[in-house]
């Protein structure tokens, strides 16, 4: 028997026939709503999308407890038109747990670890620079800029691309998927995730438009995956490339297996659609944090000129001398935390936990952001206040947000090290060469932006104004210098 215990489903709102819950989530920002129902139904919740099982963990000790500790826990759900009928099922999030999954973290383990991940500190270093130096011509477009150097970055650091603008022709690949897939995920939004049988009505149907999209879909997936590791391979076969010069050319090199090249291109492919956007949204964060608590960025700004002086700009050596700056970055991913419900684990087996059944394939979703907002361990949770995470243990009386901004368990972001090196340089180098502070109208009036965010999967703080004003006029040389230096 399934359920020989007997044990009751969590608790959580009662469904409908068929439609289950699905007219109660909101499609943005459904966590708010989540943390409500965790004072009338407690941490575990479950409710229904469709006929999908879903439960939402509210406290981090359950998401602790059955995210990172059970193995029966790290598996993901099908999700029939992004995943199956798109083509993302190839890409390392959607991938069952399993034996391909596993030769693809592999992959990205040897290159992404936290003792090989600095082999990619000097295109991250460059890249921050060239950030500072197009926001002394254009501080207005600091959100351009700033996803323009997310880009370069990433295929940098994947396929040794150089990206100059927006429009480079990988670039805009991968962005068309990304938006694809985000018009595609969110609850209720393609029934057809929901109603797999659905994939079987012809295009010509009516109502049955997904099909077409799903075709375009798939199509923008696997050009986005070939066309950067058909460039990489023309590279080493032409001898222009160092076999160590970016993550896709290393690997060719490493791995041979049969098969291994489709895992390499699955694997290189992913890193840009799940490493750039959730980048650029913390560093947002960051930027809208600093306009707002001006307190904050001078005791920053202090740390910075007392270590690192004014002399030059800040390098990765300097990281483990500026221990505020840790910990604005662990508040950076607390306040506003990047993935509100990171990504649903699924389960592989049916389970039991705190009294309560679990089926086969039920979807999982901590609600970290109601972790962000326990003010039993963050007190004035909206208040951007670094100095919490001062001179305390890790994991002591307070949870560091790396256990939890990340994910969980076996399926903990790849990429955390990889981020976290991003994050630090690019706001250290800012810190240093910049003041943020809000915009003024034209009546000389200062614009506080409201901090409201968009709600979505990976969630972005709404567009702002501020001002990002060199500090003085040797930053402005130290910049003009350091970007010279790279050419
Ligand atoms: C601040 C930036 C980032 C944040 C907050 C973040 C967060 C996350 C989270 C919450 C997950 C889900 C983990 C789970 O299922 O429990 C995840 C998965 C993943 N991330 Fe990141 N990430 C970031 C940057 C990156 C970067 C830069 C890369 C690649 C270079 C990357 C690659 C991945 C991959 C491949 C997965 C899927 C892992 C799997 O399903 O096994 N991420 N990330």
């Known amino acids: 028997a399934e359920n020989p215990r007997g044990l009751p489903f969590p608790p959580g709102p009662k469904p409908l026939p068929l439609l289950g819950n699905t007219l109660q989530i909101p499609i943005t920002g459904s966590w708010h709503l989540y943390t409500k129902w965790q004072k009338t139904y407690g941490d ?31 598996d993901r759900i099908r999700y029939e038109m992004t995943g199956e009928l798109m083509g993302w099922i190839n890409t390392v999030p959607f991938v069952k747990y399993g034996s391909r999954w596993r030769r693809h973290r592999k992959i990205m383990h040897s290159a992404l670890h936290s003792g090989a991940v600095g082999k990619f500190n000097p295109a991250q270093h460059r890249f921050a620079l060239e950030y500072l130096n197009d926001l002394l011509d254009a501080p207005e477009d600091f959100i351009k800029s700033l996803r323009l150097m997310a880009a370069k970055v990433i295929m940098h650091s994947v396929y040794k691309v150089e990206v100059k603008n927006a429009e480079n022709e990988y670039v805009t690949l991968a962005e068309t998927a990304i938006k694809q897939i985000n018009d595609t995920i969110p609850s209720g939004a393609f029934l057809v995730n929901f109603f797999p049988f659905l994939c079987k009505i012809p295009s010509w149907f009516p109502g049955a438009g997904f099909q077409h999209i799903a075709a375009e879909g798939k199509k923008t997936v696997e050009e986005m995956s070939n066309k950067p590791l058909e460039y990489v391979k023309r590279r080493m076969a032409e001898g222009i490339a160092e076999p160590s010069e970016s993550f896709a050319s290393m690997a060719l090199e490493n791995y041979r297996y049969d098969g291994a090249e489709d895992d390499i291109k ?15 949204s913390a560093l947002k964060t960051f930027i809208l944090a600093m306009a707002l608590f001006p307190e904050v960025q001078k005791k920053a700004q202090a740390e910075i000129d007392r270590v690192v002086g004014n002399g030059r700009l800040p390098t990765f ?29 699924s389960t592989h087996s049916s389970d039991y936990y705190a009294g309560y059944y679990f089926p086969r394939d039920t979807l999982v979703h901590p609600n970290v952001w109601a972790m962000t907002r326990d003010e039993k ?12 995470f001062e001179g305390r243990d890790k994991d002591k009386d307070i949870v560091d947000p790396h256990m939890y901004a990340f994910g969980f368990g076996r399926r903990i972001c790849p990429g955390m090290h990889f981020a976290r090196a991003t994050m630090y340089i690019t706001i250290v180098s800012l810190l240093t060469a910049f003041d943020i ?13 409201d901090g409201s965010d968009d709600g979505c999967i990976i969630n972005h703080v709404n567009p702002f104004k501020c001002k990002i004003k060199p500090r003085s006029p040797r930053a402005v040389e130290l910049i003009k210098k350091g970007v010279e230096g790279l050419r």
């Open 44 to 74: 575990i919740v479950r409710f229904k999308l469709f006929g999908q099982s879903v439960v939402i963990l509210n406290s981090y000790e359950a998401a602790n407890d059955l995210l990172h500790q059970r193995a029966n826990f790290q």
């Open 266 to 280: 699955c694997v290189s492919a992913t890193l840009y659609t799940a490493g750039a956007d959730t980048t650029v």
């Open 317 to 345: 050596e300097d990281r483990e001398g500026l221990p505020y700056i840790g910990c604005v970055i662990k508040e950076v991913l607390r306040w506003r935390v990047v993935l509100p419900l990171g990504v649903g684990h």
């Open 377 to 388: 361990m963050y007190p004035d949770p909206e208040k951007f206040w670094p100095e919490r």
């Open 437 to 449: 502070t809000k915009a003024v109208d034209e009546q000389g009036r200062e614009i506080t932006p």
